[in-house]
């Protein structure tokens, strides 16, 4: 009976590991980028190296620990685990390294053949993905709102990838070169929206009272937010699409929805019942508020006259990719490694009978120490800020880089910490007498 | 019907661990002692009702003792062995052992809590519709 059902705790350790330590490598290999080459990158959207920025970020940081982490959460979420783990994990994993750099390259001058490579590798990766996850999450025994969310965030990332693979081809000398201009821009709209901010929004609600002790998010946002998103895409996609009157409404009253998020988190953060500040906090925060800041200035590019919306929405861009959802997901990092760590030695401890009792397991603030984290964390708030005054002052982008680069190098260090820990640990626990 | 009381349980323990982390947060120590006390032993309570009443009758009633309900009593044996920790860390006065411990538990309590509350509770109330009354005045005496 039930046999989708399972309350095992996790699948291997290897598994979201690999693609959590692979995150800031692609982190490094952004702030890298824009060291190299400078304000350019950033002087417009449409500027190959800012395609290849954005690109390692959304593909190499941020889609990367939420892949990592989905198949992590999927067991404790929704009851199903995910058919072999290891090998799809696996699988799924080096698909979307090889692909993401391919595309990077490709955007930097590598040719057509960089993006007909790009588009087969990130195509048939994230396509694994989405078949893998999405199977999972339609044979969920209990289809809560959390459920229900990501199948929403899947359906997000699917249409991404769709438009991404159109417009990948057109790259490649293979497809429509005549629909670039309003494909990208949906494709970006379906990128951030429909799959980042859905996927954490729905994780917000799931954690944020739980790690925090907050009270609940409001239930008609639970049932709705995710859907809501999904159909005002729809709506703003068919209206740039076919030239429709209001066209930027639906733009609009996306703003305002996350604009709520946004304050709804901040307000639940600020009633919460633990009082014991930890890093993870700290990122939530500055991503929330990140967030506010990101939509209003999203609204305000929408009225703006042409050359100042760029700008606009350039800041909007960057606010949302590294402000909100880079904060979040490192927030999110520092809770999930050391959990991780943490369980899995237990696991491996509880294997051997006769010692078990003699051995004491370092606790998550040992895994990773606090202090380490909280370096990283000012390192992150200082790049953010000087990234913005970048925007507005062109010479400070170089500086804004180089702190990018220690912020991320921390990051791996620190979550390369963990995984020693965890090695050292195992083979005390193999080798006690 | 069990999962709302269940839950408000959950809720419950949840209150009293933070109180309890909260004072220790501050370095009070005879305030983190209390109210580790209450939640150790509102705790204790918890495990052995879902162990000794809601588990032996959802396992009879449905064939599944080797099922989710395995899992769930191996997470408890987890956690107490982490309170017993926690409580040597704060009667050596280890504010720093006890918060890291804590926040170990903190994690591990909630994510055992999702699966309850989403998955096994919901699976108990269909399971044993009929005798929920009578369950739910066990576990109230309990």
């Known amino acids: 009976m039930n046999a989708g059902l399972s309350l095992e705790q996790a699948p291997p350790l290897s598994v979201p590991l690999r693609f959590f330590l692979s995150a800031p490598l692609f982190g490094l290999a952004a702030a890298g980028l824009l060291l190299w080459r400078g304000p350019d990158v950033l002087a417009s959207r449409w500027s190959a190296g800012a395609l290849a920025l954005s690109h390692l970020l959304a593909l190499g940081v941020l889609s990367m620990v939420m892949c990592g982490a989905l198949w992590q959460m999927l067991p404790v979420l929704a009851g199903v685990r995910v058919a072999q783990p290891r090998r799809t994990g696996a699988l799924c994993h080096s698909l979307l390294v090889l692909g993401t750099l391919t595309l990077a390259s490709g955007f930097l001058g590598a040719g057509q ?63 429509l070169p005549l629909w670039r201009w309003p494909l990208t821009d949906l494709h970006l709209a379906w990128g951030l929206l429909g799959w980042i901010a859905t996927l954490i929004a729905v994780v917000a609600w799931q954690v944020v009272p739980m790690f925090q002790m907050t009270p609940p998010y409001p239930l008609r946002m639970r049932r709705w937010l995710a859907a809501g998103l999904f159909v005002l895409l729809g709506w703003h996609s068919l209206a740039v699409w ?17 604009a709520a998020l946004a304050l709804i988190t901040l307000r639940l953060l600020s009633r919460r019942r633990r009082k014991v500040a930890d890093v993870s906090l700290a990122f939530w925060r500055v991503g929330m508020r990140a967030l506010l800041l990101a939509s209003v200035i999203g609204a305000a590019s929408l009225l703006a006259s042409p050359t100042a919306a760029a700008r606009l929405a350039l800041a909007a861009t960057l606010l949302f990719l590294l402000g909100f959802a880079l904060s979040v997901v490192n927030g999110m990092l520092y809770k999930i490694v050391p959990f991780l760590v943490w369980l899995h030695l237990q696991q491996r401890l509880a294997t051997r009978i006769e010692v078990r009792h003699s051995i004491v397991l370092p606790n998550m603030k040992s895994i990773v120490p606090e202090k380490r984290s909280r370096q990283q964390f000012a390192l992150h708030l200082a790049a953010l800020l000087l990234l913005l005054l970048g925007v507005l002052l062109p010479t400070l982008l170089r500086p804004a880089a180089a702190l990018w680069l220690a912020d991320f190098a921390l990051l791996e260090w620190n979550l390369v910490q963990g995984v020693l820990c965890y090695r050292a640990e195992c083979r005390h626990i193999d080798h006690y007498r | 019907m069990l999962t709302n009381f269940l839950i408000a ?134």
Not at chain 1, 245 to 257: D, G, I, K, S, T
């Open chain 2, 9 to 142: 349980d959950h809720r419950d323990c949840d209150a009293l661990f933070a109180t309890a982390e909260n004072a220790a947060s501050d370095g009070d120590h005879a305030t983190a002692s209390t109210a580790f006390a209450g939640f150790e032993a509102a705790m204790a309570r918890h495990l052995s009702i879902e162990e000794n009443v809601l588990f032996p009758e959802f396992e009879a009633r449905s064939g599944m003792a080797g099922g989710p309900t395995a899992v769930m009593r191996m997470e408890h044996e987890q956690m107490r062995a982490m309170m017993l920790q926690m409580r040597r860390a704060l009667d050596g006065r280890e504010l720093d052992d006890f918060l890291g411990l804590g926040e170990t538990l903190h994690i591990l309590i909630q994510q055992h809590n999702m699966k309850e509350e989403q998955m096994l509770y919901p699976m108990c109330e269909n399971a044993l519709a009929d005798s929920a009354q009578a369950l739910l005045e066990r576990m109230r005496a309990y």
């Open chain 1, 242 to 258: 076919r030239g429709w009157p209001l066209a930027r409404l639906p733009a609009l009253l996306l703003a305002l929805v996350l």
């Open chain 1, 113 to 175: 053949n960089a993006f007909r490579v790009a588009v087969l590798l990130l195509g048939l990766g994230l396509g694994a993905f989405l078949t893998v996850m999405g199977h999972a999450l339609i044979r969920a025994p209990h289809a809560q709102d959390s459920v229900r969310g990501m199948r929403w965030a899947l359906l997000g990332l699917a249409g991404t990838v769709g438009l991404g693979v159109t417009l990948g081809l057109g790259h490649g000398g293979l497809g």
